[in-house]
């Protein structure tokens, strides 16, 4: 979870992540910030997010990404 | 001949969709009832050829307010609101407008900029009792070299430049583009753009001269790639004209595992160059679609070139920007402004009734890009010297060859590195710098020296400039490397891209 936060936190340092809940459905994260953000992901926590992974659901908040990302490691 | 916009619009039954959003739909009937009203209203608050900021949302109301201002017999000035009032006091302050048209949802950014004139509120004009004789006289008044609108584009001192265009070069323009993509009124149109940007100007009239109709994709759909599509499906769209980035994000999040777009007929995209792995994915997945890569600037009126994708494309495929639309003509010079031979590279310039007006209350920036032609001493002709380079290949297609100077495409936006340093250079805590960009991987850097931290440096970014401008990555060194002549040394700058 640390890990995320730091993630997060270099990827927009002007986005309060403990506090919002909607942060694609607001249009908080750009599409070009999930590009990355899936990368990221990816890569540190080895597990591969799919297209049909990338609905606001798994992104709006920072659980919800926690869940996906250990979700998808508990897959391997 | 048309001596307006207004004069090129098509007639369709009145009960017609024009602009659909994700809540509401426009019909032509209404779209023109209530540009009517805001055009009656503005026309009794300001005289004619009066610029009129306009900050409104991402909604199908958005073009009936431009071309409510249009029909007031003046231009628009389009605002994002969502861009940090910094950035927007620096627009303000170029366009000097009395007026600025905002829907209520921008009401209160707008009484927060650094604003003097008066706020008008389109859900409260668009009750106006028509004045038809009103419109009349301010359209009889318009000529085709009449200014349609002031549009943004980043700007190497600093502060944005406003790129003012008049209706001859929009109809020419658009007509153009009508004719290569082969649009009729069965097209549905599916935009991508920001509404304020110069790409959007596409979505807009190409409805309003053929009959077409434009769905107004949301803009976080772009980040859901199975919503998009399902979209895109949903509303029958046949025919897309977005940037580059929007066009390889769905390409790279995978969409195409998830569906296609199946009444996708049409895809033309501009901005920056592509990279042809992912237009790869469109046509293996999508290939009975026709491809158009465009070139073009603001200043010249949104594009100059097309080519059409004649063959499949491999990863390493380097597309030509091909030829100039019609009422487009492109030369090449050398820097001593003698004619480039052919096949050599030189700078792209263009001619025809599609340059710019200039730039909006800049005289002396105006008269730097757009000069008489120095191949011709007979009588006068202005060029725009786009900074692009390019060559004529053998079969006589363009092909692009980078930039004169240190302006880059990032995200489908156009930014002068130098405007990245002018603001970096703003914040406390940050002495020396460089702003560059990473091509292949798509990321902007600041290397830096001083005291400042990589958070207060995106942060001042964020609350000042359009979020496209903000650093990806900071690094913060001890010095810049410096060239013997004492430039900074980029090339040794450019080896932090790989580690």
């Known amino acids: 979870m ?59 908040s920072v659980n919800a990404i926690w869940a996906l990302v250990e979700k998808l490691r508990d897959e391997w | 001949m048309y001596s307006c916009v207004l004069d090129r619009f ?23 009832a209530s540009s009517d009203a805001i055009g009656t209203y503005l026309a009794g608050l300001i005289g004619p050829v009066a610029p009129v900021a306009v900050m409104t949302g991402r909604h199908v109301w958005t073009p009936a307010c431009f071309l409510g201002v249009v029909k007031a017999g003046c231009f628009y000035a389009p605002m994002d609101g969502d861009l940090p009032k910094a950035r927007l006091d620096q627009m303000l302050g170029v366009v000097q407008a009395a007026v600025m048209l905002v829907d209520r949802a921008h009401l209160k950014t707008a009484k927060e900029l650094d604003f003097h004139g008066e706020i008008v509120v389109m859900e409260d004009i668009l009750q106006t009792p028509v004045d038809p004789e009103l419109l009349f006289s301010r359209k009889s008044a318009m000529t085709a070299t009449s200014p349609l609108y ?112 199946q009444y996708l007929k049409k895809l033309c995209f501009s901005g920056s160059v592509i990279h042809c792995k992912y237009l790869k994915i469109w046509q293996e997945n999508l290939p009975d679609v026709m491809y158009v890569n465009q070139y073009g600037p603001t200043e010249a009126t949104a594009s100059c070139t097309y080519y059409i994708v004649d063959h499949p494309v491999s990863e390493d495929t380097v597309l030509p920007i091909g030829v100039p639309y019609e009422n487009y003509r492109i030369l090449l010079l050398n820097e001593d402004d003698t004619a480039t031979p052919p096949g050599e590279i030189g700078e792209i310039c263009v001619s025809g009734p599609i340059l710019a007006l200039g730039y909006y209350g800049n005289r002396a920036y105006t008269e730097k890009a757009f000069l008489q032609n120095p191949l011709n001493p007979y009588y006068r002709e202005l060029i725009y010297k786009t900074g692009d380079l390019g060559r004529f290949d053998e079969k006589g297609l363009l092909e692009f060859h980078g930039r ?39 990321l902007l850097y600041l290397f830096y020296t001083g005291t400042a931290s990589s958070k207060e440096i995106v942060l001042y970014f964020r609350q000042n400039m359009p979020s496209y401008m903000a650093p990806r990555k900071t690094v913060r060194l001890d010095e810049l490397p410096r060239l013997p002549n004492g430039k900074t040394d980029m090339q040794t700058l450019k080896q932090y891209f790989h580690s």
């Not at chain 1, 995320?4 to 607001?26: G, Q």
């Not at chain 2, 240190?406 to 460089?434: N, W």
Request: proline share 5%; net charge negative.
């Open chain 2, 10 to 32: 098509t007639h369709v039954p009145p009960e017609r969709v024009l602009y659909k959003d994700e809540f509401s739909s426009l019909t032509w009937g209404a779209f023109q």
């Open chain 2, 150 to 261: 002031v549009i943004f584009t980043s700007g190497s001192s600093g502060i944005p430049k406003g790129v003012i265009t008049s209706h001859e070069s929009l109809i020419c323009y658009i007509d153009a583009v009508i004719k290569v993509l082969h649009i009729d009124e069965s097209d549905v149109l599916g935009s991508q753009s920001p509404l304020d940007y110069i790409a959007a100007i596409r979505d807009i009239y190409i409805p309003l001269f053929t009959g077409a109709s434009t769905y107004i994709i949301p803009k976080n759909e772009f980040a859901i790639p199975g919503q998009l599509f399902e979209t895109l499906n949903r509303e029958r769209v046949s025919t897309i004209c977005w940037s580059v980035a929007g066009v390889e994000l769905p390409a790279k999040l995978g969409a195409f595992e998830l569906g296609k777009p």
């Open chain 2, 404 to 442: 004169k100077d240190r302006q880059i495409k990032h995200m489908g936006h156009r930014i002068e590195l130098s405007e990245i340093e002018e603001t970096a250079g703003r914040i406390d805590g940050v002495q020396d710098c460089c702003a560059l960009y990473d091509r292949d991987r798509e």
């Open chain 1, 2 to 60: 640390e890990e995320l936060m730091e993630i997060l936190e270099n990827l927009r340092p002007d986005v309060d992540f403990e506090k919002e809940t909607a942060l694609v459905t607001d249009g908080i994260l750009e599409s070009f910030d999930i590009v990355a953000l899936v990368g990221e992901l990816d890569e540190a926590f080895d597990i591969e997010i799919k297209p049909n992974h990338l609905i606001p659901e798994n992104f709006n």
